[in-house]
């Protein structure tokens, strides 16, 4: 884990500066979605994980001043992969690393100000693209959720199973018109998962310098 951490920091070094910058010191809270299975998530200037045939999602809030948000950038890195999977598959779509993002129409957006993670991802007004790192899937390619109702959230493949450390700088809103139709509401959630529960295998990943503009 240790060198996950230097790695994420000299790539974090190497990006341009921007507006929107989101800690990842303060805010975060797990949520599991098995009585039984937990990552384990280390929080600080980065977001480190460790999943042992486990899966679980560490969520914030973002702050209304950035529900206007329509874009993203950020470094991952995967020391210890899962092997490549089918994320069209419902149970059987591990991967490595995701990245969350959780819209809702700005007319609805202040009376969710306090909900949870379940309470949004069971609201039918909330849209969610995922971003993922692993499957075996072209980079860009949107894949309807297997869970949840249908049409209200998608995967975006960015790159696939497998070790490295990269980072990425993706448009919101040409992702979410192409996902979805139309344009996006006020972003009010993100979200982290490490999923290697399908497969039994281990991830060691982290993720760092998320920036939103």
């Given amino acids: ?21 989101i800690s990842f ?3 975060w809270q797990e949520q599991r979605l098995s009585l039984f299975s937990s990552n384990d998530y280390s929080f600080g200037n980065t ?9 679980s999602i560490a969520w914030t809030r973002v702050s209304q001043s950035d529900w206007g948000s329509r874009g993203a950038s950020w470094a991952w ?6 092997p490549a999977t089918n994320l069209a598959q419902k149970g059987g779509d ?36 995922q971003y993922a790192w692993g499957g075996n899937h072209g980079r860009g390619q949107v894949i309807p959720s297997p869970y ?23 448009d919101l809103a040409a992702d979410y018109a192409r996902a979805f139709g139309g344009q996006p509401g006020a972003l009010v959630g993100l979200a982290v998962s490490g999923d290697s529960d399908d497969t039994d295998s281990m991830i060691r990943a982290a993720i760092g310098n998320l920036v939103l503009r």
């Fill in 94 to 129: 591990d991967r490595n690393i995701s990245l969350y993002f959780v819209f809702v129409p700005e007319s609805v957006a202040p009376s969710l100000q306090g909900a949870n993670i379940r309470s949004l991802l069971g609201n039918d007004d909330v849209r969610i693209i």
């Fill in 77 to 82: 890195t995967v020391e210890q992969s899962v």
């Fill in 148 to 170: 949840g109702p249908s049409g209200q959230g998608v995967t975006i493949a960015l790159r696939q199973a497998g070790t490295g450390s990269h980072s990425e700088s993706v």
């Fill in 1 to 21: 884990m240790r060198q996950i951490l230097a790695t994420l920091t000299a790539i974090s070094l190497a990006l341009p500066a921007a507006a929107g910058p």
């Fill in 47 to 55: 977001l480190s994980m460790a999943s042992d045939g486990s899966v």
């Fill in 25 to 27: 010191a303060n805010g």
